[in-house]
């Protein structure tokens, strides 16, 4: 694990590099989604680390990232991205987002476009929350500092985060990450609801992307589910969309190998 801090946050990271010709690799970022961390890209890493020059990064407060000192916002989380690259002396990077990440990895390719060399789009959903969703997002944040994440609580994250084939099939693996959401510290969670709910429209700001773009859908997503991707592929000009079947939002770790290979197929593409 490495770190690099700032605005007195430390973010935590792993990179790896292929043995031979690293310094000449293609570099590829990971960002994972909201309550995870940067393990639920182990399979992706794996099919990766041997050509790619592979950074999985923790978002604040995620994984072994210390919470920081304030509260914070999507941006925040994109500087964080160009940090790292920063200390790696990584100029150009391909950039993997899942849901959060997602968000994040728009940010930075509008925000840092000499940074991103191309987009893969995963869980994502251009268009911040309203209604009903923003009430019950606001609410959960109360309920969550009050009480932390309570199983009541956490059953519904569990259902919105994971596929119900992936709970259903796959109980041993569904179990690993139900107790990490169990552990997650209730500031950790409200800090991420925070910056999640405050992102700001960019359905419109996407349509200026001028790198190749991918877009994946979970086939089980109920928090991102097709609707969400459709729109995000018509906005981008030349994006596609790949769909995964029996796959929720975390879809990573529900189906590593279908997942992956969305990746993949899409950064060897020329």
């Avoid at 552990?183 to 700001?205: E, F, H, N």
């Avoid at 969309?241 to 029996?246: A, K, N, T, W």
């Amino acid at each position: 694990m490495a770190t690099v801090t700032r605005d007195g946050a430390v973010i935590a990271y792993d990179v790896w590099a292929p043995e031979a010709g690293a310094d000449d690799a293609p570099a590829v970022v990971l960002l994972h989604n909201i309550f995870c961390d940067r393990r639920v890209f182990e399979h992706a890493v794996a099919m990766l680390r041997s050509r790619f020059r592979t950074i999985a990064i923790d978002f604040r407060g995620h994984g072994e990232s210390p919470l920081g000192p304030r509260p914070y916002a999507v941006a925040d989380l994109a500087d964080d991205v160009v940090a790292v690259l920063d200390r790696e002396k990584v100029a150009r990077a391909s950039v993997v987002g899942l849901s959060l990440g997602a968000t994040v990895a728009m940010e930075l390719a509008l925000s840092h476009p000499s940074r991103v060399e191309r987009l893969v789009l995963m869980g994502a959903d251009a268009a911040p929350d309203g209604g009903l969703a923003s009430f019950r997002n606001a609410l959960f944040c109360r309920l969550v500092m009050l009480m932390g994440m309570r199983w009541f609580l956490l059953a519904g994250v569990t259902k919105t985060l994971f596929g119900a084939w992936f709970r259903r099939h796959a109980p041993d693996r569904f179990h690993v990450f139900r107790q990490r959401l169990a552990d997650l510290d209730r500031r950790a969670a409200q800090y991420a609801m925070g910056a999640w709910t405050g992102r700001r429209p960019l359905l419109d700001a996407v349509a200026s992307l001028e790198v190749p773009v991918r877009i994946v859908v979970g086939d089980q997503d109920v928090s991102c589910p097709l609707p969400c991707g459709e729109r995000l592929r018509d906005a981008i000009a030349g994006a596609d969309l790949v769909r995964v079947p029996d796959a929720g939002h975390t879809m990573t770790a529900e189906r590593p190998e279908e997942t992956t290979a969305a990746i993949v197929s899409f950064l060897d593409r020329r």
